[in-house]
């Protein structure tokens, strides 16, 4: 049985359609992938940082120990309980302000002098461990929130008095 010529006629539009709808669902998919690549790539950028960041303050108060022994100071002098600000360069730690760390693109550092403001939040958590102090635990914590999500890198760092 051969079909008419006003039988095909629709049949051409019906298959346009179905083309186009396939066509439209492909290429969503597409830019669906991509957009959510270009946001982990962010989150992943962000995170490096943040790990940097903390690592760096954790370095910082190492920094601050090895000052005490070459000053003949006590292992844990000017150390406390408690959580505290540190920046590159410290000689002591800061009381925490809560405060967001700026960016100085002059030095390429991030501190609290900076001029740029950033998402990036460090508190440094000091435990003294045992009676004579001869512990210091250090957890520095770095924050931020991006892409309606909140993150958070801990990096924890344990001293012991080992010299004489």
């Known amino acids: 049985?051969?079909?008419?010529?006003?039988?095909?006629?629709?049949?051409?539009?019906?298959?346009?359609?179905?083309?186009?709808?396939?066509?439209?669902?492909?290429?969503?998919?597409?830019?669906?992938?991509?957009?959510?690549?270009?946001?982990?790539?962010?989150?992943?950028?962000?995170?490096?940082?943040?790990?940097?960041?903390?690592?760096?303050?954790?370095?910082?108060?190492?920094?601050?120990?090895?000052?005490?022994?070459?000053?003949?100071?006590?292992?844990?002098?000017?150390?406390?309980?408690?959580?505290?600000?540190?920046?590159?360069?410290?000689?002591?730690?800061?009381?925490?302000?809560d405060q967001n760390l700026l960016f100085d693109a002059g030095t390429n550092l991030y501190g609290y002098a900076g001029s740029q403001a950033t998402k990036f939040r460090r508190v440094i958590r000091v435990a003294l461990i045992g009676v004579v102090a001869d512990e210091v635990q250090v957890n520095s914590i770095v924050s931020w929130t991006t892409g309606g999500g909140s993150y958070l890198v801990d990096v924890e760092g344990r001293f012991l008095n080992w010299r004489p």
């Not at 959510?36 to 940097?52: C, E, K, M, P, W």
């Not at 090895?66 to 590159?88: K, L």
Request: no cysteine.
């Open 1 to 97: 049985m051969k079909k008419s010529e006003a039988d095909r006629r629709g049949q051409f539009l019906v298959e346009a359609l179905i083309a186009l709808g396939v066509l439209v669902v492909g290429l969503l998919g597409i830019l669906t992938l991509l957009a959510r690549s270009f946001f982990l790539g962010r989150v992943i950028a962000d995170n490096y940082t943040a790990t940097y960041l903390a690592a760096e303050g954790v370095e910082v108060v190492k920094n601050l120990i090895d000052a005490n022994y070459i000053q003949g100071r006590p292992f844990a002098s000017g150390f406390s309980d408690g959580d505290f600000e540190v920046e590159y360069g410290s000689t002591a730690l800061a009381p925490n302000q």
